[in-house]
């Protein structure tokens, strides 16, 4: 709640609290019990990465691909029932309809080659100049077409406690200048490990029988996702930690947060399918 009033804010809510003095410090100390229990979390992932050798590119690749995990996504093309899937779409709605918007915060903290890559990146998120290819956009039409609300943050009360320290974790690096750098390793990361589950996902779709539309969003991102895997690890990270060489390990901190999280929420997800009994069917399809 203290995060969302730095984005749209709420029905009701005075905007002028984003800034307000008691509010503002009551953040600071649950992010610091947030950040502190990240870097448990990720204690060891970032010792190991940077132990691999190489620079910090090797290092970044290195921690992905150690800690690469597309469980969730194999549930989605293999096994989950529609309404299993559409889940998965009113969880995943919390970020997606806000999509690359965390990432906007860190463009005035960067400077240089860095900055240049992420507004390269952020405009390929943002429709590069045609409304309505905005990936939130897109993800809300996913919606739109297996009959579930896209209304921003419609689905907030369901969302799981993973999935808002997802979102948390994204918002709080974003925001606070000192993690710039993590908040550019989560992004790499992010970006890097979505073109092969969204294929998988892509053809889960298929398998249900789902509108093509709903496969679109997924689609748009295998291609685009390769190529911001790139632009985010090479261009960004590398730029940045170039600029920055203190923020090295920040980076790696950012990237093992994303997929450490990441596992935590897929997880979560799928170990509630299996100890649930196959729900009713929840969507009705337009084919
Ligand atoms: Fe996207
Ligand atoms: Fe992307």
Redesign the pocket.
Request: hydrophobic share 30%; charged share 40%.
């Given at each position: 709640m203290l995060f969302e009033l730095h984005y749209r804010g709420f029905d009701g809510v005075d905007p002028d609290l984003e800034w307000d003095p008691l509010l503002i410090h009551s953040r600071g100390m649950l992010e610091g019990c947030l950040e502190e229990a990240l870097r448990a979390l990720t204690a060891a992932d970032v010792r190991r990465a940077g132990h691999s050798g190489g620079d910090l590119t090797t290092q970044l690749t290195w921690l992905i691909d150690d800690l690469d995990r597309g469980s969730l996504a194999t549930f989605l093309q293999r096994r989950a029932t529609e309404a299993q899937f559409a889940e998965f779409m009113r969880q995943r709605s919390i970020y997606h309809l806000k999509?690359?918007d965390p990432q906007s915060f860190v463009l005035p903290r960067i400077d240089g080659p860095a900055k240049a890559a992420l507004a390269e990146?952020q405009y390929?998120?943002y429709g590069a100049g045609r409304p309505e290819r905005l990936?939130a956009g897109l993800f809300a039409q996913a919606m739109e077409a297996i009959d579930l609300d896209s209304g921003y943050g419609a689905h907030i009360d369901e969302a799981s406690a993973t999935t808002l320290a997802v979102n948390n974790v994204m918002s709080m690096f974003a925001l606070r200048r000192r993690l710039r750098g993590a908040a550019m390793g989560h992004l790499a990361a992010?970006?890097a490990t979505?073109s092969a589950p969204c294929r998988r996902i892509v053809s889960g779709i298929e398998r249900l029988g789902l509108p093509t539309v709903t496969a679109a969003y997924f689609d748009e991102?295998v291609e685009?996702?390769a190529?911001?895997?790139q632009l985010?690890i090479r261009n960004i990270c590398a730029n940045l930690v170039e600029a920055e060489p203190h923020l090295a390990a920040d980076v790696l901190f950012g990237a093992a947060s994303c997929l450490r999280m990441d596992q935590l929420a897929g997880t979560a997800l799928v170990d509630s399918w299996r100890s649930r009994p196959a729900p009713r069917r929840l969507v009705e399809v337009h084919a």
């Open positions: 999509e690359s990146l390929d998120e990936h992010f970006e979505s991102h685009a996702d190529v911001h895997e985010a």
